[in-house]
């Protein structure tokens, strides 16, 4: 299936998403904390993927020079294709 298929069968219900591509990273949604309603000291956990399910798997966190998180990785699914959804902790 097509990014085009797949969003056209399954339309993002989370707006606070958007679709990132680049040429290493075809499948990729990027959102800000803030902008899914995350607040400072809350679980990241607690994130919904831009279909509005809960992750699959713990995210894999990234960390700056000041050893601060930048930004969260997890990873879904639709119809078998993976996508990565990179959360920033701005």
């Known amino acids: 299936m097509t990014l085009t298929e797949i969003l056209e069968k399954y339309p993002i219900r989370n707006t606070a998403w958007f679709l990132f591509e680049d040429k290493y990273h075809p499948y990729q949604f990027v959102s800000d904390a803030s902008d899914l309603g995350l607040k400072p000291g809350e679980s990241i956990k607690t994130a919904k993927d831009p279909w509005g399910r809960a992750f699959p798997a713990d995210p894999v966190p990234y960390t700056n020079s000041d050893n601060e998180i930048e930004k969260w990785i ?9 996508f990565n959804c990179v959360i920033l902790n701005e």
Do not use: E, R
């Open 74 to 82: 997890f990873v879904t699914s639709v119809d078998g294709s993976p």
